[in-house]
């Protein structure tokens, strides 16, 4: 048994709705066994399936197959999740002024300028 690709990325709930999985397929942000593939493609259990969506790759495993759109805890077993782990990008502390300092000098300015990295030497 098979089902078209684009058809269980919507039954599991990875896109919202079947044409926002079509477009994934036709924009090349799906692959099937490191394949790009398009929306009629057939999938089945075992294929290696990987998604790219905000900027990040989602990779998963088929475990089962189904074409209609079913409940969250039910499409949650019909693949396994092999996606690394995102790192938290660092993001430096915003500097705070003391209430009623008034506008920065500019000295005060190029050592915030440094502290946050804008500086060009």
């Known amino acids: ?3 078209r690709i684009d ?5 599991v709930r990875l896109y919202k709705t079947r044409s926002a999985a079509t477009a ?6 799906v692959r099937v066994n490191d394949e790009p593939v398009k929306a009629a493609t057939t999938v089945g259990i075992g294929d290696r399936i990987r998604v790219r969506k905000q900027g990040f790759d989602q990779h998963l495993e088929v475990t089962g197959l189904i074409a209609k759109r079913v409940g969250a805890p039910v499409a949650a077993k019909q693949y396994i999740d092999h996606t690394p782990k995102r790192e938290k990008p660092l993001i430096p502390p915003v500097p705070v002024r003391e209430r009623g300092a008034g506008r ?3 000295r005060e300015r190029r050592q915030l300028d440094e502290l946050r990295g804008w500086r060009k030497e």
């Open 1 to 3: 048994m098979s089902t």
């Open 7 to 11: 058809a269980w990325l919507w039954a």
């Open 24 to 29: 994934a397929c036709r924009g090349g942000h």
């Open 104 to 106: 920065p000098t500019k």
